[in-house]
């Protein structure tokens, strides 16, 4: 089986990593600093069936998701979509 050489180069893929890394720092220190900041803030009873909701829905619909991509990739759907699987060929008649 032969796969497609990677076309990007190693200073790319370098600059990519350290890109998406102070993304993430940023992120956790916004959301450190934005906790701290609402520490103090209460929340009533609607803020936690809002919550819950959320919460529980979220996780319903990321499951689900995950359990259709699932079953699309057992059953054959996904191979007319990928442009690097080779192509079931018929037998050559001798």
């Known amino acids: 089986m032969r796969r497609p050489k ?16 102070a993304i993430l720092i940023l992120t956790i220190v916004w959301a450190i600093s934005a906790w701290n900041t609402s520490a103090g803030a209460p929340m009533g009873k609607h803020g936690w069936i809002a919550l819950a909701l959320g919460t529980f829905f979220s996780l319903v619909i ?27 060929e018929p037998p050559s008649e001798q």
């Open 6 to 21: 990677p076309t990007g180069s190693k200073l790319g893929q370098t600059i990519l990593v350290i890109a998406l890394l």
């Open 62 to 88: 990321g499951g689900g998701l995950m359990a259709l991509m699932f079953f699309s990739s057992r059953s054959g759907h996904d191979e007319i979509a990928d442009p690097f699987r080779p192509k079931d």
